[in-house]
């Protein structure tokens, strides 16, 4: 029947809309109509027909109507010549109907912008002393971004870009409690349609996100366990460690980090425990007897925090761990300079892409805030780098993620950490999330850069992340460029630019193997491995050509 | 960090042997998996700040260039000492505990959520109990799943326990999986 229908749609369009009317009368005329022209066989089936395509073609009354019309006047002979004048009666009704809504179309769309127009200084002020008025505010706001969106076309004369985009930033903040500076910040960010949709995907939470304890069970199992419990963070699984409530984005720096079995891994910034946990999970994998899994530094310097990281370390069931309350950049003496595998830096951040978590950050931040969290950030990302063992076997690397969107403390930091120390950037294994800014306004950043991630709430639906990932190419601390020549001239790697660039660019080892020593360089380079600790003996014992 | 001295180490023995009884030796002796080291070393008793840590023993090589007034916590914290000199088992001993108990109570799901609050076991609502316990043992209290719940000390042994009426305490409670909830800050 189906088939049949399809037909009918297909060969015969113009029968469709008489198919529809509901008289009966015509419903016998319509079934005459098609027996005509379709096949005997069909004639018992287009009864079951016709009350389908009566739903199918329900909205079109106007078709209908005139199909009933039609369907009254014909008789079964003429079909031929009733069906072309029906064709035509039908298609010049649509013309006409679609003459008539595209003129009113136009017509709301000339009248929108004629209407908009940006408030005279004298409304804004009587406006400020009004209690604001949100749904005013609101519409005044689509209106900016229906106009900035497409400004060629839709802008009034005599009003340029930027009194727009004041003005836009002005309700915005208004409307949603922001201050200038983020509002300012995020406006020359993104462009007005996507900063819209990330200041709504702000106001809403994300869903939470509950990670399985691989140590303890299996998610399959815990599933069935949780899918009828409420409410989920009291339940005897979650005491008995066996899930741990972290948002999806906490998930991802460790996904980055990928620890080993039997590697020495820090955690700088450790508290609560969310991603320490998971490390921990990674590393032990299925908890038996035979793998051997490591050691996992955590450090925190609130002593507040701490609690709640050994309480969940413990809860979780985490066995190979040290807790230590360190301030980060004091990591490298006690720990020791090159002496672990792998780091992982969460860094206090200003928390700018959490808002959906913590509102006060709307209003609450300012440049000097900004700079000073990437200040300290630089300083923590020298000391995580510092206390990795670039010839580890297995390891070298160095996860930096923040919970921010501004790229004084996302590019910027990864940028100085570049120039100051030899590490590269490596793809950070995540396939989504949109890679990091390379330019921004006057900043230029290393082109390797767009390896890095950025995670947006109203793209992935996750809160706002930056993760990078690192590896260290040496242990050594150049003071000058000089380390930028240390390759054999026939290895170069393939990304030409890196090379003798005097811009502070690190990158010259291509080590992306996990060995960590270069084939070609490797006979020079092992004695040296095996005298790890001494960094100096890098460039004492191979000759830098000062080019 | 210290290791245990002779007194420490016998109160710490002595409890433990209440739940695990000659299990005992296979917590003190079981081969240590952890950390970096490919042969397996051994598990010891570590003191710091008058808590007790069950740590393998690269654990605390590697844990000994952190000061002391740094170092928080390493590997599982059993328990700890009071003011009085009295060793008490914490809750974070249970997975050590439950892997090697020697007496067990499993409850039903009715009475899982009361004993998590911090009460006592009642008779009503004991689904099934190891035989030979006897008054003073310790007993480790599981909920149906086998997922542990917490420790107890036994008020009566097995048989005495058939005769009482269902409102009676069955196990003393000590602790619970409850507490990392409850009570976060004393952990």
Partial sequence: MAAKRKKNSRTKKVELPEDSDNSSDSKLQNDNLIEQEIDDEEMSDSDGDNPFTDDFLQGDEDEEEKGSDSGDESDSDSDDEDLEVKSRAIDEEREREEE???????????EEPDEFQLPTQKELEEEGQRPPDLPNLQKRIKEIVRILSNFKDLKHDGTKRKDYVDQLKIDLSSYYGYNEFLIGVLVEMFPVVELMELIEAFEKPRPICLRTNTLKTRRRALADVLINRVPIGATPEYMAGHYMLQSASSI?????????????????????????????????????????????????MKEPRLKSLTANLHRMGVTNSIVCK??????????????????????????????????????????????????????LILAAIDVVDATSKTGGYIVYSTCSM??????????????????????????????????????RFHPSLEKTRRFYPHVHNMDGFFVAKLKKMSNTKPKKDTDAKIQKPNSINKAGEESQQDDGDQNKKENGKKGGVVPENGKKRSPSNHNSGKKRKFPAKKEIPKA | MRPLDENETTQVFEKLYKFVGNNLKNIVESPAHEGPDSSAGRYCFRLQKNKVYYVSESLVKRATNIGRDNLVSLG????????GGKFHLTVQALPLLASNAKHKIWLKPTSEMSFLYGNHVLKGGVEKVTENIVANDGVVVFSMSDVPLGFGIAAHSTQESRKLDPNANVVLHQSDIGEYLRMEDEL
């Fill in chain 1, 100 to 110: 008539e809504a595209n003129a009113e179309l136009q017509l709301n769309i000339k």
């Fill in chain 1, 252 to 300: 991802l720096p460790v996904m980055a980090l990928a620890p080993q079995e039997k590697e020495k891994i820090v955690d700088m910034a450790a508290a609560p425990g969310g991603k320490t946990t998971y490390i921990a999970a990674l590393m032990n994998n299925a908890a038996t007897e035979q793998l051997s899994p490591g050691i996992i530094y955590a450090n925190e």
């Fill in chain 1, 326 to 379: 360190y301030d980060g950049r004091e990591l490298p003496k006690v720990l020791g300079v090159n002496s672990v595998d792998r780091v992982l830096l969460d860094a206090p951040c200003s928390g700018t892409g959490v808002i959906s978590k913590d509102e006060s950050v709307k209003a609450s931040k300012s440049t000097e805030e900004i700079f000073k969290c990437a200040d300290l950030q630089k300083q």
């Fill in chain 1, 406 to 443: 501004m790229i004084p403390e996302n590019e910027a930091v990864i940028d100085y950490a570049l120039r100051k120390r030899d590490v590269k950037l490596v793809p950070c294994g995540l396939d989504f999330g949109q890679p990091g800014f390379i330019r921004y306004r006057e900043h």
């Fill in chain 2, 76 to 83: 599982t914290c059993i328990g700890k000492f009071t003011k």
